[in-house]
């Protein structure tokens, strides 16, 4: 029952770097999406996909991009790292249904020095 | 823009007493409220609410959502310390998109 899986847990760039962060389900979901959590703002949505090979911006998308070749995998770039992307990201997948359940990876602690 | 507001912030309160957490929404298409308890890493599901005035119950915690006043409540009863967490109210959207309050962080003393 491996669920939702995100690698790495833990990661520090530096300014202007680029990372992947990974996001991997192994339930068919077809939505899945990404999230940044900061203190006192609760979750807000990067991107999000319905489906492989369909993806759209959420509420803060800036400096990141997202692709969906496989409906398993669902990986988040950072493209050239700066201190505000500094947070704990997660990644979240959920079946076709309206208002069911999403399912949470254990997020990536993300630290831009 | 969907909208999700919790309330209060931070509670603490002792072990064995009852609590009531709150979370209103503004939305343009109601679809489902979800409860989440979050301790260090991965919100944690609680509830789903769709139909207004039908308690959900899980133990000690239970949750019912009010479609007229737009809230819904999230009451757990004989708090123990392991309760200790921040509680997140969401809302699904279109496309299952995701929209968080800022979370209750409740911590219960001994």
Known sequence: NAGVTQTPKFQVLKTGQSMTLQCAQDMNHEYMSWYRQDPGMGLRLIHYSVGAGITDQGEVPNGYNVSRSTTEDFPLRLL????????????????????????FGQGTRLTVV | EDKVVQSPLSLVV?????????????????????????????????????????????GR????????????????????????AIYLCVHTGTASKLTFGTGTRLQVTL
């Open chain 2, 61 to 84: 915690l239970s949750s019912i959502l009010d479609k007229k006043e737009l809230s819904s409540i999230l009451n757990i009863t004989a708090t123990q310390t392991g309760d200790s």
């Open chain 2, 14 to 58: 002792h072990e064995g007493d009852t609590v009531t957490l709150n979370c209103s929404y503004e939305v343009t298409n109601f679809r489902s409220l979800l409860w989440y308890k979050q301790e260090k890493k991965a919100p944690t599901f609680l509830f789903m609410l769709t139909s207004s005035g039908i308690e959900k119950k899980s």
């Open chain 1, 80 to 103: 050239s790292a700066a201190p505000s992307q500094t947070s704990v990201y997660f990644c979240a997948s959920s079946n076709r249904d309206w208002g069911t359940e999403a399912f």
